[in-house]
T-cell receptor, first 114, second 113 residues
Framework: NAGVTQTPKFRILKIGQSMTLQCTQD?????MYWYRQDPGMGLKLIYY???????DKGEVPNGYNVSRSTTEDFPLRLELAAPSQTSVYFC?????????????FGQGTRLTVV | GENVEQHPSTLSVQEGDSAVIKCTYSDSASNYFPWYKQELGKRPQLIIDIRSNVGEKKDQRIAVTLNKTAKHFSLHITETQPEDSAVYFCAASNHPGANNLFFGTGTRLTVIP
């Protein structure tokens, strides 16, 4: 049971480039989320999804896009990367309908935009 | 939206002493309060959580207390050990799921052997 898997672990982008951060979970969780963690800061919600085909904006969605075509996958797309998007990105999933709201996190993707 | 404030930002304690981290929240509708531990370079992991219908919850050396009237909750770690050294995040949510889980800015706890 792998849990939540993110790829890549590290990436350096040039300003204006685009990339997709991959996230997949094998726990059959309905809910999935993307957070960013800036140095010395907490986690801020970028986007979330309550199920396949449904996505919603979080606190800081600007500059990002997501899709949820399957229950397992929730990729995060960065278009026209900017230095302000330098951060560590965490994907997470949970299955609240069981009454267990715990969010399980992936190992993170460290992104640097130069 | 919800605003979660966490104090202190850093905390150093001697091994064996207790550590207390405090959080306040602004949305009275929040009803779920988890605490996450993040070791250096690793992902956040849930260590304990509490719902608004409970005032206190304990799990071995870790306890969480909740004061709904004052809108604050605290993490208590007793008999601290070096492996407790990490960044701890509190969070608040008004939904059983975590789709709107708002995190505090974190507390870096250092346990000095």
């Amino acid at each position: 049971n792998a849990g939540v898997t993110q790829t890549p672990k590290f990436r350096i982008l040039k300003i204006g480039q685009s990339m997709t951060l991959q996230c997949t979970q094998d726990m059959n969780h309905n809910y999935m989320y993307w957070y960013r963690q800036d140095p010395g800061m907490g986690l801020k919600l970028i986007y979330y999804s309550v199920g396949a085909g449904i996505t919603d904006k979080g606190e800081v969605p600007n500059g990002y896009n997501v899709s949820r075509s399957t229950t397992e996958d929730f990729p995060l797309r960065l278009e026209l990367a900017a230095p302000s998007q330098t951060s560590v990105y965490f994907c997470a999933s949970s299955y609240p309908t069981t009454g267990l709201p715990e969010a399980f996190f992936g190992q993170g993707t460290r992104l640097t935009v130069v | 939206g919800e605003n979660v404030e966490q104090h202190p930002s850093t905390l150093s304690v001697q091994e064996g002493d207790s550590a207390v981290i405090k959080c306040t929240y602004s949305d009275s509708a929040s009803n779920y309060f988890p605490w996450y531990k993040q070791e250096l370079g690793k992902r956040p992991q849930l260590i304990i959580d509490i719902r608004s219908n409970v005032g206190e919850k304990k799990d071995q050396r870790i306890a969480v207390t909740l004061n709904k009237t004052a809108k604050h909750f605290s993490l208590h770690i007793t008999e601290t050990q070096p492996e407790d050294s990490a960044v701890y995040f509190c969070a608040a949510s008004n939904h059983p799921g975590a789709n709107n889980l708002f995190f505090g800015t974190g507390t870096r706890l250092t346990v000095i052997p």
